[in-house]
């Protein structure tokens, strides 16, 4: 049983749901949620863990400086990534701080859904699932996979980045290839969203499924 949930039967299945970032896992999530799938979000998380007067985001103001925060005290999350995807001392230090209380927050929220909702289809949206370790706290795990070139592409448009900074986020990360190679399921995200969709629904049953037997 995945550490993300309460040892009482509860019958839920914990998806993770992973993929190079602008890969379009937010798109994939959605179109589960429209099936009935719950979500947790760890880049919500994330946000949450690091509001001003938590004791993640002093221990990031005690590492990085004041100057990491905004005007109204919040942190500065573009300029903070700008320092990080550049310094892979930072980046690891930053991991440090925010993955303990992000992953306490995800095992709280799943098994709260699972005890409420026995069943249930619960997605973790794990933007670093392979790189932090984390397939143990989840099922199964799944990819939304668009190649490189066309993730650089999403990624300087979305965020209005640098190509030279875009290239720095991406190898923070496990290539995509590496990551579809590693998962149980890959859902192609670099074509129509019918055609994502179409995916979604097939791998809906194909988890239904699943759940039907000993997980």
């Not at 701080?97 to 699972?114: G, K, M, N, Q, S």
């Amino acid at each position: 049983m995945p550490s993300g949930l309460n040892k009482s039967k509860t019958n839920a299945l914990l998806l993770g749901v992973t993929g190079g970032i602008a890969s379009g896992k937010t798109t994939v999530a959605n179109f589960f949620a429209d099936l009935g799938a719950a979500i947790i979000d760890f880049d919500v998380i994330a946000r949450q863990v690091v509001e001003p007067g938590t004791p993640c985001l002093q221990e990031i103001i005690d590492f990085f400086g004041q100057e990491i925060l905004d005007r109204e005290g919040r942190l500065d999350r573009k300029m903070l990534s700008g320092i990080v995807f550049a310094d892979e001392r930072k980046r690891k230090k930053l991991e440090s701080i925010l993955h303990p209380p992000i992953v306490e927050t995800f095992i709280r929220e799943a098994d709260d859904i699972a005890q409420k909702t026995p069943g249930a289809i619960i997605q973790a949206v794990i933007p670093l699932l392979f790189e932090g370790g984390l397939q143990h706290l989840v099922h199964k795990t799944l990819v939304v996979y668009v190649p490189r070139e066309k993730q650089i592409e999403r990624l300087i448009r979305r965020d209005r980045i640098t190509a030279d900074h875009a290239a720095n986020i991406l190898r923070a990360q496990l290539p995509i290839d590496e990551k579809a190679g590693m998962a149980d399921f890959v859902i192609h995200n670099e074509n129509s969203l019918d055609e994502t969709r179409r995916q979604v629904e097939e791998l809906w049953l194909k988890l239904k499924e699943i759940q039907g037997t000993s997980l």
